[in-house]
């Protein structure tokens, strides 16, 4: 280590006591989050291991706590996830394909573009429970305009078809995925936006100067040399995606649902919100029964993550 001008063997020994110091505290919060976490795992497991079997998974939520099940629950969170999904990855990754790579080139276009994405940033820092407020007005009642709850002013087929559709859209898992797209929306185009603006710019310049068009170089240039950000970026907005229970709630309206959603415009529940129904009900067995609900979600959690990751490092090149 370089001593500065002027600087004294004493004030060299006190600056590196500091650093030490800083490392061994900063290894100490390391070590004790990791410990906290390890610690409530196996609390769960050792907890909800009694109920976690087949017939767990696949029965329907009981008054009794040995027939309990999350089956619903969990089918429920599977749809309105993919759903999420299928909705939110792709507008968020165009938005934030024009947000940094078609930026206007005008002062007061380019002042009105600033805004915007000040915006998308702070509408990432929005509480859940707005986004479901929302859902209920857009999504669920579509504004009163197109008939009510208990009359769709459109329909086609009938609900025991699986392609069954109404206006609007009422408690259904496409209002459900829907508003949980309004939740993780600007999460995903912010981090696409940073790992658009991470690629190089020589990438950017020497595909151009090959003759390719300007949507030919994003294509297959950018797109592919940021793929990783986005990715994660996706798996951190997935992750939110499937433990939130404020917009479900809102959504939902119910909690106890006894059947699998055949078509979009079914009813539903999600795991979340059939956890925090047994973790309040006063019966300790339903406490244990919660605790095996908590270690499935973690597992469909994972699942959605280990997706994700596999389809990053598969579609991911290097910059090379």
């Known amino acids: 280590m370089t001593v500065p001008p002027g600087a004294t063997p004493r004030n060299k020994a006190t600056r590196r006591r500091k650093d030490k110091l800083f490392h061994l505290f900063c290894g100490i919060c390391a070590v004790s989050s990791v410990a906290m976490l390890g610690t409530l795992l196996v609390v769960l497991v ?9 017939d767990f998974l696949k029965n329907s939520p009981s008054r009794k706590p040995a027939r309990a099940g999350i089956g619903p629950a969990m089918w429920g969170s599977v749809w309105i996830c993919t759903i999420c999904a299928l909705s939110a990855l792709p507008i968020g990754i165009a938005t934030a394909i024009v947000l940094e790579e078609y930026k206007p080139s005008g002062k007061r276009l380019a002042k009105a573009h600033s805004f915007m994405q000040l915006n998308i940033s702070n509408l990432a820092g929005v509480p859940s429970i707005v986004y479901g407020i929302i859902g209920l007005t857009v999504f669920v009642q579509f504004f009163g305009l197109v008939g009510n709850l208990n009359e769709p002013g459109l329909t086609l087929g009938t609900r025991d078809d699986w392609w069954y559709f109404q206006l609007p859209f009422g408690r259904s898992v496409l209002a459900g995925g829907l508003t949980l797209m309004l939740v993780i929306l600007p999460v995903v185009i912010v981090s696409s936006v940073e790992a658009l603006r991470a690629v190089p710019g020589s990438l950017r310049e020497g595909a151009l100067a090959c003759g390719s068009t300007k949507w030919q170089m994003i294509r297959r240039i950018v797109l592919p040399s940021a793929i990783p950000g986005i990715m994660t970026g996706a798996i951190l907005a997935m992750s939110r995606a499937i433990g939130e229970a404020a917009p479900i709630l809102v959504i939902a309206g119910v909690v106890f649902i006894r059947f ?34 908590i270690l499935v979600l973690l597992t469909v959690l994972l699942i959605f993550n280990a997706f994700a990751v596999f389809l990053r490092q598969k579609f991911q090149k290097p910059l090379q």
């Open 46 to 54: 050792l907890q909800g291991i009694e109920h976690l079997d087949l």
């Open 260 to 293: 699998t959603p055949q078509n979009l415009m079914d009813e539903f529940t999600a795991m979340p919100l059939q956890i925090y129904d047994w973790a309040g009900r006063p019966q300790e067995a339903f406490h244990d029964v919660a605790a095996s609900g």
